[in-house]
């Protein structure tokens, strides 16, 4: 195992009935609240009004900013800023999924500095304070309710990137997962990839053959988020599904299943972060795309570890490794078909003759992320050439 | 899944070479520092010294208090109370196993108190406040380094209970692997036993049949936990299977895995509370006696679960679920055997007709943490004469 260290602070409120406490919540870090929410889907289903009624219960006065869409923008999140510091709001607050968080997590950070913000997701300067961010949470599968991360697209320049920090983490989030049971079956099945993809990315850079925990973590996490997603498709207003699905997103992405593995690269993300700068489409629904291709692309440098998840999640009985492992890859890509997400850039409409573009986009994330030794522009192509 | 909060800030410091950070940690905290140890082992391996340094670097007073052992006693963490106020010091270390930063809890809390701090072990009180609390690892089992819990037995009356609050939890953690190499074989397997008392306690107490998310987390741990004896077992310097045990046995018992599945009662600790207040048994050779005569105990009432256990850890292939659980209880109990631990009284040279007396104490604590409309005396007596 390798040397780590590992703090999560955030406080987590989960179940039933809990939204009613955010007001509390809240309270605890000032009087004067910025509510960041999206395109409002949270008035139609409930959410807004047990939101602001726990709020006013608190006798907090309340700034809202509305209208995040998914990919979120720098832009907007600019906007939100200036909302912030000019109602000189103590504290902020996210209602919704990882778009409104990053988003409400962008101007937390924002609202305490003169600094232009993006200097921070190109890694420039270091984030040195936020106001106090609290979040309800409407779509599970970031774990930005309980890490330090945030992910914006700059839009005139199509980068879809990202930064951390301690200061950005959520101080407390509340998890109600009845929140959840009007959430599309499309947006439920792109959530369930999401949160795939963080612990497998993770899984395949761990090679110790002596560290087998954290693979043992993230399996019975995996096993778990697929189960719940089979039962979600079939029934949204399933309280246990819908449970399971919020907790092991975030157990599978708040640090505890990486810890000990050393540093961690996302390179599906990567490849996936320059698809959704470049067309419109759910940040899930592209790695259903890239993941695939990109386990493709590595199994035969690891392959016992690839028979390994295709064994444990799939009980394939083939022996030898590479086929188990192959075989597995195939049984991921049906079944993310099977839940609704596509698996090649064909179904999302996007052309083959792009690649070029999405794998010149991607490899300037590479760099910045210091993978670039390995995923060079021309090791982006091959892998992108894989999706379909 | 049920209603849970879930709030673990401490934070983690693992591996190699990291005693060093010691001072520069303890130093966020304050100037003089209360160093809480036990019989001098440190002092023999070399972390003492490690400790000194580091503190030394830091420029931070040093307040020595040493002394303490297994089992601790509420007197000697009286004293600890008394040195603290007398020397004014601002935070404490606690450099050793469960006992020591058991006791480093119980002076942090009664340092800050005029209480009578036992009234914390026995409900009468909330505590109110602590002294910062940061721990230096040497036995890895209680998971105390990042959870709020303190046991200490009050030795005139037999009574070894405890108390949790959240101003107990320690700020940091400090975690070297190697500090472990040093342990004898007999509290190596004490400590694994320890450690997988606390994940099968709540395990079979968890029924909910579609909350697996826990059980599959509890599985994964508890299987790392038997790998990891083996190996220390074969090889005391086994450095990854010291880690592999040292972060096995926090999450394992740091509320991760039991969050969701309600409130949880701990029987088999509760019994062996009554066993090492009454004789001067180590915690976890105590355990391996009552846990295995407690689920066969219980065996009948949850068979699904004992059978899943028994197939995932063992490999048990008995189609009958009573008869695959009993099987696998058996396969614990010789495997606790198989590491060292007694897995009955007549091994730790206790007398059979001292069984009521055990009960007895037993059930005070079992009506003190409320499990008493199940475990009456009468109940535990029989679990006991199980212990065999």
């Given at each position: 195992m390798q040397n780590f260290v590992f703090e999560n602070p955030t406080k987590i409120v989960f179940g039933?009935?809990?939204?009613?406490k955010t007001g509390r919540e809240v309270k605890k870090f000032g009087r004067k609240v910025l509510m960041v929410y999206g395109q409002g889907s949270i008035k139609k289903n409930g959410i807004y009004d047990r939101v602001i009624a726990s709020l006013n219960e608190a006798g907090l006065q309340i700034v809202e900013f509305p209208g995040v869409r998914s990919n979120p923008v720098l832009s907007y999140a600019l906007k939100g800023i200036d909302v912030a510091k000019r109602e000189g709001v103590d504290v902020v607050l996210a209602v919704g999924g990882g778009s409104v968080m990053d988003t409400a997590k962008t101007i937390a950070v924002g609202a305490k500095t003169d600094d232009d913000v993006w200097d921070y997701f190109v890694f420039k300067k270091a984030v040195q304070g936020a106001l106090p961010l609290l979040t309800v949470v409407t779509i599970s599968a970031s774990a930005s309710e309980m890490n330090p991360a945030a992910v914006i697209t700059k839009e005139e320049d199509a980068q879809k990137y990202s930064f951390r920090s301690p200061f950005a983490q959520p101080k407390t989030s509340i998890l109600d997962p009845?929140?959840?049971?009007?959430?599309?079956p499309a947006y439920s099945a792109y959530s369930a990839v999401d949160a795939i993809a963080h612990m497998l990315e993770p899984y395949f850079k761990n090679?110790?053959?002596?560290?087998?925990l954290q693979d043992r973590l993230v399996e019975g996490l995996v096993k778990t988020v697929m189960e719940s997603a089979e039962a979600i498709l079939k029934d949204p207003a399933d309280y246990d599904a819908r449970a399971n699905m919020m907790w092991a997103a975030i157990l599978g992405f708040n640090g505890m299943t990486t810890a000990g593995i050393g540093l961690i690269g996302l390179p599906a993300h990567m490849m996936e972060h320059a698809v959704s700068a470049l067309y419109d489409i759910a940040h899930g629904a592209g790695l259903s795309i890239t993941l695939p291709a990109w386990m493709s692309y590595i199994v035969g440098e690891n392959p016992a570890k690839f028979a390994r998840l295709a064994r444990k999640l799939f009980g394939i009985e083939e022996k030898d490794d590479l086929k188990a492992g192959m075989a597995g890859i195939a049984r991921l890509k049906e079944w993310f078909k099977s839940i609704?997400?596509?698996?090649s850039l064909g179904e999302a409409q996007i052309?083959?003759?792009?690649i070029g573009k999405i794998a010149e986009n991607a490899y300037a994330l590479s760099q910045l992320w210091g993978l670039s030794d390995y995923y060079t522009e021309e090791v982006i192509t091959d892998i992108l050439k894989l999706c379909k």
């Open positions: 039933k009935d809990q939204i009613k009845t929140a959840l049971f009007t959430l599309s090679t110790e053959p002596n560290s087998l609704g997400s596509p698996v052309p083959e003759q792009d």
